[in-house]
């Protein structure tokens, strides 16, 4: 399976990153799997690297809902809780969109192996050629990027004043659709306009545009 690298112009091309990112949006991506996947509703997933552990149980949970109801998500999935979430929707069926924050390299995980083959997994990534490792400055980059191509967004936590923070201002006034845990330790994201979760996630997810 060959990496494809697609450049604005490309019809496969996901309109949205240049609805949201505008200016900003990435003059080329690279692909590898099963790019139909940008064509199913698509749940971004995010979570601080540091997070509460009782959210951590929720988040547990909302993994496991998620993979019941075959939605696909689609993250960076570098936090901890984030990896952890990961790992729980690649054993289901649903699709999964997984963006680093790096070129997608020649070397692919063996984890992938089984879910590329069966067409579950899409490697998704701004960055065609450079950089080959993860920096501050690539992860912010990769979360606008997920956040653009998303049609809503869940943060299990977001810490106070932080770059993850930052992002959800940002969904917001995009006008996407942010949901979070009902908790005191996402206060401040309900302040800000993120949604409380409901017992069953709520489908189908709608794309607003700005």
């Known amino acids: 399976m060959d990496v494809l690298n697609l450049d604005r112009t490309d019809p496969r091309y996901p309109p949205t990153l240049k609805t949201f990112l505008r200016d900003d949006a990435p003059a080329q ?16 997933l995010f979570s601080s690297i540091r997070c509460p552990g009782n959210l951590i149980l929720q988040t547990y949970d909302l993994a496991q809902n998620l993979r019941r109801q075959g939605i696909t998500v689609i993250g960076g999935f570098h936090a901890p809780m984030e990896r952890e979430a990961l790992a729980i929707l690649l054993r289901g069926k649903q699709g999964v969109i997984l963006c680093p924050a790096r070129n997608i390299g020649a070397k ?12 579950r997994l899409l490697i998704l990534s701004p960055f065609s050629d450079k950089p080959t490792r993860i920096t501050a400055e690539t992860s912010v980059a990769r979360n606008r990027f997920v956040a653009a191509l998303a049609d809503a967004v869940f943060v299990a936590h977001a810490e ?6 930052t992002l959800c201002r940002e969904v917001i006034a995009w006008g996407k659709p942010l949901y979070t845990f009902d908790d005191t330790a996402n206060a401040h994201l309900i302040a800000l306009g993120g949604r409380v979760t409901l017992p069953s996630f709520p489908m189908p997810l709608t794309k607003q545009m700005p």
């Open 160 to 165: 106070p004043r932080g770059k993850l923070e």
């Open 108 to 119: 692919i995980a063996r984890a992938y192996a089984e879910p590329l083959a069966q067409g």
């Open 29 to 44: 991506i690279a692909a590898l799997g099963n790019l139909a996947l940008l064509a199913s509703p698509r749940l971004a």
